[in-house]
């Protein structure tokens, strides 16, 4: 089943089975992350997807734009809250790069020989299943216990193998995209990760307030969209994710965000640990906005490399 059919299937299926927007509360849900699923901007939550309760299917749908001058990345994708207990999502990343990096790429692998190249787009497609284990992030009051939620995440990288031309068209390096060129030795792998969330009412100076932690088992080179594992390091590694954030009003969350890398390829692959600002508006259940200041670190031929991220998720 192909990209497309997937994403047929889960429209099929939020047409046919969804309660409209659900019954749970506003927020709830968080917002769609990058890779698909429900929670912060950049890693799960152990919420699940959509405002519905335990007797209730829900669907989302969402788009987002994270800008870095030399690169962009787009994504889009739906996922589908399951009673409360389970979350299903499929993701298209597409990450654009510019001309220049590609030539620098080049420049420096043929010691100058080749100065100069188009840009190029590296598509990722991400399949994940989540299933909430036990807990109550936010009807719980009277416990500590966090909710949590084990997910894996199946990640596809499309141009692993994609040629790169050069300005004439021609191809020095036949079969080798750019995850390949830098040092993956995979094009997919699965994630396997394990949140915990607990939202306090009235726990920051009367504003609510949310705490995240994950825990990742992962293969991936940033994110996937670099491919995964190398020559030197083919085994899965343990990454931690966490996510704070205040609740000024029942519309508003305000927080930051944070996500380690394994930084196993190295070189101009080098990893560092990715964090936001983020500030998320929801109106009413029906969508809400999401805008942050995003610094992954570091990106190949960009020391800095940050920008401003918007997202958009609409409850079906």
């Keep these: ?32 992350s990058f890779e698909g699923t429900a929670g912060g901007g950049i890693t799960p ?4 997807a959509g405002y519905g309760s335990a007797e209730e299917i829900n669907g989302t749908a969402a788009l987002q734009q994270l800008d870095l001058g ?13 009673y409360d207990r389970v979350e299903l999502s499929v993701q298209r990343q597409n990450l654009k790069v510019e001309s220049g990096v590609v030539g620098n790429v080049f420049n420096l692998l043929t010691a100058g020989a080749i100065q100069t190249a188009p840009g190029t787009d590296i598509e990722q497609d991400i399949v994940g299943l989540k ?20 997910g894996v995440q199946y990640k596809k990288n499309r141009d692993f193998a ?32 394990l949140s915990a969330s607990k939202l306090w009412l009235g726990g920051a100076m009367g504003n609510n307030l949310l705490l995240n932690l994950t825990a990742r088992m992962t293969k991936a080179n940033t994110f996937g969209l670099l491919g995964f594992e190398s020559a030197n390091d083919d085994s899965y590694n343990l990454e931690w ?24 390829l190295g070189g101009l692959a080098e990893e560092k640990t ?19 200041y995003v610094d992954l670190g570091r990106l190949p031929f960009d020391e800095k490399a940050s920008g401003l991220y918007l997202s958009a998720t609409v409850n079906l």
């Excluded at 990209?3 to 309660?19: A, C, E, N, R, Y």
């Excluded at 994609?162 to 994630?191: E, H, N, W, Y």
């Design 274 to 292: 990715v964090m936001d600002v983020f500030i998320a508006y929801f109106p009413d259940k029906h969508w809400s906005l999401t805008a942050a």
């Design 45 to 48: 939550w152990a919420v699940i």
């Design 131 to 150: 299933v909430r284990l036990f807990g109550d992030a936010i009807f719980a009051q009277d416990t500590w216990m966090p909710q949590v939620s084990a």
């Design 162 to 193: 994609t040629s790169l031309p050069l300005s004439d068209g021609a191809i020095p390096l036949p079969d080798t995209g750019v995850p390949k060129l830098l040092g993956a030795t995979k094009d997919s792998g699965t994630d396997i990760y």
């Design 70 to 82: 030399e690169y962009q990345l787009r994504t889009f994708g739906a996922a589908i809250g399951i």
């Design 1 to 32: 089943m192909n990209f497309k059919q997937i994403m047929g299937l889960f429209v099929l299926t939020t047409s046919t089975q969804v309660v409209a927007t659900g019954s749970s509360l506003v927020a709830s849900g968080g917002i769609t």
């Design 241 to 264: 994710e966490g996510s704070l954030a205040v609740l000024p009003s029942s519309s508003t969350a305000i927080g930051i965000e944070w996500r380690t890398q394994s930084d196993r």
